[in-house]
C-alpha cells in the first residue's frame, strides 16, 4: 500500500506491505520505490517491507533547496514513527547505504540489522565530489536525459545489459521522473556527507554488505576489504553489477530472507 505523510521539511512517499520482522529498504540516486519491485512483492510474503521516496526522489517532495544525508535519514525516523514501529532491519542501495549509514549513526537503539546494498561508509573522493559538481552543472544545463540514459544502464554487469533491457528502460523512465532540484540537492548532499567507517565498525548489530563480482562502481576486490574491516558479511554475486535485486533476484531475496531468519 503506498501512503504519505507530510513533515516540515518534506511530504514523504512511502510503501507499506506485508506482516512480520520489518525490513525497510532505502532506493538510491535517481531510484525511487519501484526500483524494488522486483523483490518487494516477493519478501512481503514473509515479512513486512516498508521502501520510501527518499526527499527530492520519486513522488516525495523538497520544500527547501538544500538536503543532508542526515536530513534524509531524520525522514526514515519520521515514517517509522508514525507507523509506531520500534527495530527495523535497515538495508540500503548506493546513495541508500548513505543514508542507513547517518540513520544507524542517529539512531542505532531502531536497528535489528544493518546491511549495505552496493554501497560504501567511504566519504568522496576529489575526484568523486568533481565528478558529481559536473553533473551538477549538467542538469543545470538541461542535459538531464543524458545523464540518466548513460548512468543506469552502467549500473548493470556489461554482460548482463541485453538481458535486462526492459529494465533498464523502466528504470530510465524513474530515473528522468526525478526532479532537476532532487538531483541537485542529493548530489550535494553526497558530495558532503563524512566517512563512517568508524562507526560503522563500532555499530553492534548483525551487519551485511551485498558485493557484486562486476559492479562498475565498487571494485569487488574493495568491496569485499571494505565489508571485513567493518565486521560486515559479505554476501557475493557471482553474475552482478551495481543491481543484484534485479540481476540476480532469487538469489537476493534468498539472501535477504536468510539475514531474518538468522536474527
Known amino acids: 500500500m503506498i501512503k504519505s505523510i507530510d513533515i516540515i521539511k518534506y511530504k514523504i512517499r512511502f510503501s507499506d506491505q506485508g506482516d ?23 519478501l512481503a510474503k514473509s515479512t513486512r517491507v516498508i521502501s520510501i521516496d527518499l526527499p527530492g526522489h520519486g513522488k516525495s517532495d523538497l520544500k527547501q533547496d538544500q538536503v543532508s544525508v542526515e536530513d534524509m535519514a531524520d525522514a526514515v525516523y519520521a515514517v517509522i514513527q508514525h ?3 520500534n ?30 546494498l552496493h554501497s560504501s561508509a567511504n566519504a568522496d573522493t576529489e575526484e568523486k565530489r568533481a565528478n558529481r559538481g559536473r553533473e551538477i552543472e549538467f542538469i543545470r544545463k538541461g ?4 545523464i540518466c540514459t548513460t548512468a543506469i544502464p552502467n549500473t548493470f554487469s556489461n554482460k548482463n545489459r541485453e538481458a535486462f533491457s526492459y529494465e533498464i528502460d523502466a528504470l530510465i523512465e524513474i530515473a528522468l521522473y526525478t ?6 540537492a542529493a548530489l550535494n548532499a553526497m558530495m558532503i556527507r563524512p566517512d563512517r567507517n568508524e562507526m560503522l565498525r563500532e555499530l553492534s548489530v548483525p551487519k551485511y554488505s551485498f558485493i557484486g563480482k562486476e559492479d562498475n562502481f565498487i571494485p569487488f576486490e574493495k568491496g569485499v ?12 554475486f557471482d553474475y552482478s ?20 531468519e538468522d536474527l
Do not use: R
Not at 143 to 146: Q, S, T
Not at 225 to 236: L, S, T, V, Y
Open 20 to 42: 512480520g520482522a520489518v525490513l525497510v529498504i532505502l532506493h538510491g540516486y535517481l531510484e525511487a520505490i519501484e526500483t524494488f519491485d522486483a523483490i518487494a512483492c516477493e
Open 83 to 85: 507507523l509506531d514501529i
Open 87 to 116: 527495530k527495523i532491519h535497515l538495508m540500503g542501495h548506493s546513495m541508500g547505504g548513505y543514508v542507513a549509514l547517518a540513520f544507524a549513526d542517529k539512531y542505532a537503539d531502531n536497528l535489528a540489522s544493518f546491511s549495505f
Open 143 to 146: 542535459k538531464k536525459d543524458l
Open 179 to 184: 526532479k532537476d532540484e532532487g538531483m541537485i
Open 225 to 236: 576489504e571494505w565489508a571485513q574491516k567493518n565486521g560486515m558479511q559479505p554476501i557475493i
Open 241 to 260: 553489477g551495481h543491481m543484484s535485486f534485479i540481476e540476480e533476484k532469487e538469489k537476493c531475496i534468498e539472501a535477504v530472507l536468510s539475514i531474518l
